[in-house]
């Protein structure tokens, strides 16, 4: 029998417009090398490795009537070069170039009768750099039954990997009279799940009812309890801003100011938001704080975790915006995350980095589910944060420089930030509201110029603070494996 979507998966579909594309990203920058990587190199490779996600050769059916959850089928015209596509920049093919081009392709939604998912292969850019932007649908990706596509292309070492052909012939699709015979028999073994779903259909049409007659300035529940910076109406239109640092940066104001990587690049965050502010004339005082949903990762009961999503918990954080001294910024993040740390279920990050294929793109998919389980709390953005191998990785025989997340927008809340660190970078992938975010580039300068900041305080002439009792939750590469905690 197909397998029915959960219900988080079809609050997904049913909630997604052509304003809220449901969908994680990935973005890796490709270095020349000995052998070339193009495109009939990704679809070879795409072609090798499908077989280990298959729901990536399925699509989404409706039960007729709608009297159950949709199901699962293979797509009997699954076509492998319309989901893996080709783009090129204008010369001289700049970094800025391709922001807007991945600006404009993130904007564009699935087509939900297809598998849920596209990858391009981006060529042009400069250095002889190429890219490839991986879109996968948030139904589609639950860290449990899928993982996202980019954590099977990718390979430790620049050697062909011998993956066996899977022999893929698609299943005959179930007809109308078999669906609805399935749900039938699904509701007799799980009435509340039935009743859920009917529940979920009344609130639909009461949901429709209203968008009709709404007059409000924000679309969907409001992010905050007062409009903050980043709560607004989304419009059709993105724009994708990228920064990249280097994780020895993190790493020394860490050894100085004691916390965690994570509260460095989190106290990064407050400390770009604060700049940014600023400069957009928003009001800043010293009690100026923004929430933040920063997904957790955490141990299973057993201690052996059963899938990535069971794992991945939300942690709401208030954000110090307000503050003026970034070290004290970083101290009270530090404060703010001790309750997790102190918990005892906070995972090492270095095993997080060393689990196979790679692993942050998947952990950026559950951490957006999980955040959307969260969206009746007020908070204004959300912020995932995983850690990567920090050997390089290859794809195709290409070495993989650099890697961006993007996260979805959804619920009026206008910005969302990833991060994933990776070979010795840490990279940060911001996806904003091309109306509702004014000058996000600016945020993006923001941002580095708040690590600046901390860096300086933590220079050789500055005198060195003890670590005291702030043992490290989130240090991503610490050669300790009693460091514990992390984000997903």
Known sequence: MPRRLDALDVTFL????????RQVMTLAVVAPGERPFDYDTLVQVVNERIGLVPRYRQ????VPGGIGSPVWVDDASFDLSYHVRRSAL???????????LVSRLIARRLDLTRPLWEAYFIEGLEGGRCAVLIKSHQALVDGSVTVDLAQVLLDESAHDRDVPSDGWKPRSEPGGASLVAGSLVDAALDPRRA???LRSGFDKVQARVGKVVQTLPVVGPVAADAPGPFSGRLSQHRRYVTVSTRLDQYRGV?????????????ATIAGGIRGWMLTQAEPVSDKTRLRAMVPMSVAAPDGVPTSYGSTVRGHLLSLPVGETNPVVRLHQVSYALKAHRETGVAVAANTLASLPGFAPTTFHAVGARVAETQAHHPYDLIVTNVPGPQEPMFMGGAQIVETYPAIPLSHGRTLSIGITSYAGGVYYG???????????DILGQCLEEALAELVETASPTRQRAPRGGLAPVWDQHAPSVDDAGSTA
């Open 14 to 21: 049913d909630e997604e417009t052509s304003a809220t594309p």
């Open 59 to 62: 699509r989404v059916a409706a």
């Open 90 to 100: 204008p010369s001289p093919g700049s970094n800025a170039a391709l922001r807007e």
């Open 195 to 197: 009743a859920s779903r």
């Open 254 to 266: 860490r050894d100085v100011h004691g916390g965690t990587v994570n509260d460095v690049i989190l």
């Open 430 to 440: 911001l996806v904003a509201d091309r109306q509702a975010v004014p000058e996000a």
